[in-house]
């Protein structure tokens, strides 16, 4: 039995981390030949490596994902680090919001079903907030406390009433799973365009 893991409520809170035995599926963008289980927060995750006119946005990258983990270190050490859990997608439907925000990060890549296997941590949270921290800002520590605990306590981002330019800032949710444990492919087959009975 496949258990549903995540659902946007607007207004209510839900519980965004689970440690498990009971299968889940989760997705991700690969290369063509690329082995699950998924990204690699530091290495291949689609905001890893600059593009090639865009360094700078390296160097936010790594801001980004060093206060997100120095936050959870202090208080979420029960939630898996960012920095060794596998980054994947809570569904399909995320992994494609994803691509529309991102389409350079995803492109020439293919979406990939997982499922768990065994024992598992994982945590779902909005991924529009590496997208604010992302953003050419110069943001106090307090604001960057804010916006981590946001993050991990599973707060949506068009829910916070943030602000950029001294207007108001919001983006759909793009839900990220953060996983610790073993993941299998689920093998689907190619589509035909044709129709059903025809090759």
């Known amino acids: ?24 599926e989760l997705y991700a963008w690969l290369e063509q030949d690329a082995q699950l289980p998924g990204w690699d927060v530091l290495l291949d995750n689609p905001f890893a490596q600059a593009l090639p006119e865009d360094r700078f946005s390296t160097v936010q990258n790594y801001f980004a994902e060093y206060h997100l983990e120095y936050f959870r270190q202090r208080l979420f050490r029960q939630f898996p680090s960012r920095l060794h859990a596998l980054l994947l997608f809570a569904t399909r439907v995320d992994a494609e919001a994803f691509r529309v925000k991102h389409p350079r990060r995803a492109f020439g890549k293919i979406l990939v079903r997982a499922r768990s296997r065994g024992r598992y941590l994982c945590s779902f949270h909005d991924s529009s907030w590496l997208d604010y921290l992302r953003l ?35 983006d759909p949710p793009v839900i990220e799973a953060l996983f610790q444990g073993t993941l299998e492919p689920v093998v689907t087959y190619p589509q035909s365009g044709w129709l059903p009975g025809f090759p």
């Open 1 to 24: 039995m496949i258990v549903a893991v995540w659902q946007v409520q607007s207004g209510l809170k839900m519980d965004h981390l689970i440690s498990d035995s009971a299968t889940i």
């Open 136 to 170: 050419p800002h110069s943001l106090s520590l307090a604001m960057l406390d804010e916006v981590a605990n946001h993050y991990w306590n599973g707060v949506l981002v068009e829910e916070a009433g943030l602000s950029f330019l001294d207007q108001r800032w919001h």
